[in-house]
T-cell receptor, first 113, second 114 residues
Framework: DTEVTQTPKHLVMGMTNKKSLKCEQHMGHRAMYWYKQKAKKPPELMFVYSYEKLSINESVPSRFSPECPNSSLLNLHLHALQPEDSALYLC????????????FGQGTRLTVV | AQSVTQLDSQVPVFEEAPVELRCNYS??????LFWYVQYPNQGLQLLLKYLSGSTLVESINGFEAEFNKSQTSFHLRKPSVHISDTAEYFC????????????FGKGTMLLVSP
């Protein structure tokens, strides 16, 4: 199984809502990432989890809250978002400790209204 | 630190024509290099990678890239493109030791027309 599965595929939320994005992998990879991608731009790193511990937070606003409940799951909790947070949110994984390729999920298209 | 430059933001070509998408990188350490492809509203898919060994790497759908250490380049080529190759292409780099995240270029949109 070489898949990274993200749910939901699409999400529309109001600025006062609380929602969560989910990412699941069964490749045994120990590094998991959240990226944000705006239209016609490269992915922008948000968070890195290494062996289920948060290792990198790229100064992301606290309205985004990551969580790694176990080695297969990565969540991104969303609260009080702004319209400018609308983007494609991508999850990616890599084997822990080596810098080989990252495997990306299909993303969640988030629209904040 | 590493950086990646993709000089062309958009490359229009006709179907069955050859294409080259340029990628140059900067790094003070040895690196691994990657090309990813992204179709509209989808995630990134690995197209090909250079980790070690032969400097010419090929993908299953006809793309190839050559690692040129002296010119710090990893250009992507295809001798004959199809309409279905229309997509955004990202070049990425990562140090080959220690542990680090991927550094992406800004992307090149390949537009193939009939």
């Amino acid at each position: 199984d070489t898949e990274v599965t993200q749910t939901p595929k699409h999400l529309v939320m109001g600025m006062t809502n609380k929602k969560s994005l989910k990412c699941e992998q069964h490749m045994g990879h120990r590094a998991m990432y959240w990226y944000k991608q705006k239209a016609k731009k490269p992915p922008e790193l948000m968070f890195v989890y290494s062996y289920e511990k948060l290792s990198i937070n790229e100064s992301v606003p606290s309205r985004f809250s990551p969580e790694c409940p176990n080695s297969s799951l990565l969540n991104l909790h969303l609260h009080a978002l702004q319209p400018e947070d609308s983007a494609l949110y991508l999850c990616a994984t890599r084997p822990g400790g080596v810098n080989t390729e990252a495997f990306f999920g299909q993303g969640t298209r988030l629209t904040v209204v | 630190a590493q950086s990646v430059t993709q000089l062309d933001s958009q490359v229009p070509v006709f179907e069955e024509a050859p294409v080259e998408l340029r990628c140059n990188y900067s790094s003070s350490v040895s690196v691994y290099l990657f090309w990813y492809v992204q179709y509209p509203n989808q995630g990134l898919q690995l197209l090909l990678k250079y980790l070690s060994g032969s400097t010419l790497v090929e993908s299953i759908n006809g793309f190839e890239a050559e690692f040129n250490k002296s010119q710090t380049s990893f250009h992507l080529r295809k001798p004959s493109v199809h309409i279905s190759d229309t997509a955004e292409y990202f070049c990425a780099v990562s140090p080959n030791s220690g542990y680090s995240t991927l550094t992406f270029g800004k992307g090149t949109m390949l537009l193939v027309s009939p």
